[in-house]
């Protein structure tokens, strides 16, 4: 299986930071990254799609980069809705396998 | 707009089975793939594997082919997902999700399972 790691399990950031996850697979994997956000009360919604794609709804502070092994998720301004776990998932291979999070606070 | 309704949380003893429920509404059911994730507490995200609601096919990730049973009722738009042999290790909150083209673009609420004696 492919293993997703994400280094930082918790970061802290002040409102209106630029902030930057990181996420990186034990092989290339193509381009085929995700990100999600996990809220406190458990809800979880899809934020980039295909490495960089925005998916529908999601507001254009958060975007997605990266190539080969390593990913990264920026959230520019940071808001306070923005309080939650992300991570990342890739489906370059079965089974889709997920980073283990990085919890986001506000400093 | 896509909604996916899960059935309300389990208790149930080691050794017994649960299925959980995941309605879906807003889309047609049978166009996309409807996956499942595991998240035990405190814990990430595990993806289970996925239920064409088409075609009835399935694929599973190894680590749940023998735990889980995935299946969907077209005349309902409802998927269902069936965990046999329970020990405490399946104990966690089970979501449903479905697909976009390659990504889990709209989530359920969740089902919590607690396997208690």
């Known amino acids: 299986d492919i293993q997703m790691t994400q280094t930082t399990s918790s970061l802290s950031a002040s409102l209106g930071d630029r902030v930057t996850i990181s996420c990186s697979a034990s092989?290339?994997?193509?381009?085929?990254l995700n990100w999600y956000q996990q809220k406190p009360d458990g809800t979880v919604k899809l934020l980039i799609y295909?490495?960089?794609s925005l998916h529908s709804g999601v507001p254009s502070r958060f975007s997605g980069s990266g190539s080969g092994t390593d990913y990264s998720l920026t959230i520019s301004n940071l808001e306070p809705e923005d309080i939650a776990t992300y991570y990342c998932?890739?489906?370059?291979?079965?089974?889709?396998?997920f980073g283990g999070g990085t919890k986001l606070e506000i400093k | 707009q896509v909604q996916l309704q899960q059935s309300a949380a389990e208790l149930a003893r080691p050794g017994a089975s649960v299925k959980m429920s995941c309605k879906a509404s807003g889309y047609t059911f049978t166009s996309y793939t409807m996956h499942w994730v595991k998240q035990r507490p405190g814990q990430g995200l595990e993806w289970i594997g996925y239920?064409?609601?088409?075609?009835?096919?399935?694929e599973y990730n190894q680590k749940f082919k023998d735990k889980t049973t995935l299946t969907a009722d077209k005349s309902s738009s409802t998927a269902y997902m069936q965990l046999s042999s329970l020990t405490s290790e399946d104990s966690a909150v089970y979501y449903c999700?479905?697909?976009?083209?390659?990504?889990?673009?709209?989530w359920g609420q969740g089902t919590l399972v607690t396997v208690s004696a």
């Open positions: 998932q890739q489906y370059s291979k079965l089974p889709w396998t």
């Open positions: 239920i064409n609601p088409s075609s009835g096919y399935t």
């Open positions: 295909y490495t960089s």
């Open positions: 092989q290339g994997i193509s381009n085929y």
């Open positions: 999700a479905r697909s976009g083209d390659y990504d889990l673009a709209y």
